[in-house]
């Protein structure tokens, strides 16, 4: 299911970024408008939600991050495993969603660039793996019984 919902959002990081790049005339942040064709609105309301994705995902790991850290595991690796999975997850949603603009294309053949698909790409990544780390470093500082006891 995170699959799927990260398919849907990456479609829409996708569209953001070339909406964004394609857009030619300034935005009134005053207009109606800016909420019914807004590149940014797309942007950060996707960004949002892989966001939520990926804190709700590692903070459901809590229990499994409290037996690593009491067994003898390092906060490193901690991360690292919690950053490199949810990596793997979120690239499986951004494969389909390339997979799925073959079929919906994203806008005009003609203005799509390789550069819209590797910039999204990109932001994903960092996004997803900055706040991934930063989510799974909090939760090694947490004592790891109690967030064993947390995690059942």
Not at 7 to 16: C, D, H, I
């Given at each position: 299911m995170h699959v799927v919902f990260s398919?849907?959002?990456?479609?829409?990081?996708?569209?953001?970024f070339f909406s964004l790049?394609?857009?030619k005339r300034p935005?009134?942040?005053?207009?109606i408008d800016l909420f019914l064709n807004?590149?940014?609105l797309v942007l950060s309301l996707c960004g949002l939600a892989?966001?939520?994705m990926?804190?709700?995902?590692?903070?459901?790991?809590?229990?499994?991050?409290?037996?690593?850290?009491?067994?003898g595991g390092n906060r490193q690796g901690v991360v690292l495993l919690q950053t490199v999975e949810l990596w793997i997850i979120h690239g499986i949603g951004f494969l389909f969603s390339l997979i799925l603009s073959v079929f919906i294309p994203i806008g005009k053949s003609e203005l799509l660039s390789p550069l819209d698909y590797?910039?999204?790409?990109?932001?994903?990544a960092i996004l997803i793996g900055g706040v991934s780390a930063l989510v799974a470093y909090l939760q090694t500082l947490v004592d790891p019984y109690r967030s064993i006891r947390r995690g059942k």
């Open positions: 398919t849907f959002f990456a479609y829409g990081f996708l569209f953001g790049r394609t857009e935005t009134d942040v005053s207009s807004s590149p940014y892989l966001i939520f990926s804190i709700v995902r590692v903070m459901t790991r809590s229990g499994d991050n409290g037996i690593m850290m009491a067994v590797l910039a999204s790409l990109g932001s994903e």
